[in-house]
């Protein structure tokens, strides 16, 4: 089946993100489709690769880089979000003027158009938030 | 048009269980997890809810996140199953929708 995923929660805030990775995990093992992950309000902030987590606990950046790569997930993180918190891929910050950028592998930065087509394609959306 | 209703708050700390049980028609299924899991327990202020939604609803609560908070499947009020991420994900394609409650 085809499913998409909504995250509005960022990572170590509470369990929405590790929950998330964890559902969208079994869903891939079980040989469903996920259409798109979608990132939201706080949740964009899953997509910096700036957070250096201690190195004995999980870096959930770098589990969801590593599942888009190896099952080709689509990965959006919400712009207007984004900007709000500092999350800027190379286009934006030339746009913004700024020095640099922090997006993470896997991740890109589009609209809130992505979220409708994904609840649109899909015939699940899950929603993870707090 | 049965749905899947998840609750990832404790009913002691929010409402997202009540606002589930309000919501959830017979036939439609309520997950706990995160900290909802704390709705499943036996023997609380919120366990008779629970009770009474078995007669018209099912009743699940995520098993990874029970051990989680270091309590087991006896403790959960009895009628209440417990599911793993594989069985998480074969509710919401088994539910026609994903209503989540934060």
């Known amino acids: 089946m085809k499913l998409s995923i909504l995250v509005n929660e960022g990572p170590y805030q509470h369990q929405a993100a590790d929950s998330a990775l964890q559902f969208v995990k ?32 999980r870096n959930i950046t770098v589990e969801w880089s590593k599942l888009a790569e190896s099952h080709k997930l689509d990965l959006v993180v919400c ?11 190379e286009n934006e910050a030339k746009r ?28 699940r959306l899950v929603v993870f938030g707090d | 048009m049965a749905m899947l209703h998840t609750v990832n708050k404790s009913p ?8 589930a049980l309000s ?15 704390y709705g499943a327990l036996k023997g609380t202020a919120v366990s008779s809810k629970i009770e009474k939604a078995l007669e018209t609803l099912k009743v699940y609560v995520l098993g990874p996140d029970l051990k989680a908070r270091g309590m087991t499947e006896d403790q959960v009020v009895d009628g209440v199953k417990v599911v793993d991420y594989a069985g998480f994900v074969d509710l919401v394609t088994e539910y026609d929708k994903v209503q989540a409650w934060l």
């Not at chain 1, 997006?103 to 890109?108: D, K, V």
């Not at chain 1, 589009?110 to 609840?119: C, D, K, P, V």
């Not at chain 2, 002691?12 to 606002?19: A, Y």
């Open chain 1, 26 to 57: 079994a869903a891939l093992e079980k040989g469903h489709e996920i259409f798109r992950v979608f990132f939201y309000h706080d949740g964009v902030n899953n997509g910096t690769r700036f957070a250096i987590p201690p190195q004995d606990d």
């Open chain 1, 79 to 89: 712009i207007a979000a984004a900007q709000r918190r500092g999350i800027l891929d």
């Open chain 1, 96 to 123: 913004q003027g700024k020095s640099g950028d922090n997006i993470a592998p896997g991740f890109r930065i589009s609209g809130l158009g992505q979220l409708i087509e994904a609840g649109i394609q899909a015939e």
């Open chain 2, 12 to 19: 002691f700390e929010k409402r997202s269980l009540d606002g």
């Open chain 2, 23 to 37: 919501h959830a028609v017979n036939g439609a299924a309520i997950l706990m997890i995160e900290d909802g899991i």
